[in-house]
């Protein structure tokens, strides 16, 4: 291999680093930018949100759609517990078989 072959191949290896270099360096700001502007927000727009319990099942979920929200809870075995919606509460038993219902849009 010549020295002028040996050169380029040294160049190239150098450009090579100093790309991933500075592609590295624009990774580590921009995560620490990003994380360092993580703030509370006033505000959380969605269609629909889910809150998972520790063991990542569905224990409450909020929903809208043209008619209006709806609030369903759930209980550790994943039965409906809760639902809320147009003023009406409707709760399960313990065995999550009956379902009462209360209308809050009646006096």
Do not use: C, H
Request: no cysteine.
């Amino acid at each position: 291999m010549t020295t002028e072959a040996r050169l380029n191949k040294l160049e190239k290896s150098v450009r090579r680093w100093k790309q991933i270099g500075v592609s590295l360096m624009v990774l580590v700001t921009a995560a620490v930018f990003t994380g360092a502007g993580i703030a509370v927000q006033d505000t959380i727009r969605a269609k629909n949100i889910e809150i998972v319990n520790a063991k990542g099942k569905v224990a409450m979920r909020l929903t809208s759609d043209a008619n209006g929200a709806t609030i369903i809870g759930y209980d550790n075995a994943g039965n409906t517990a809760l639902i809320i919606k147009d003023q009406v509460i409707t709760f399960s038993d313990k065995n999550a078989i009956n379902m009462d219902e209360y209308d809050f849009s009646q006096p």
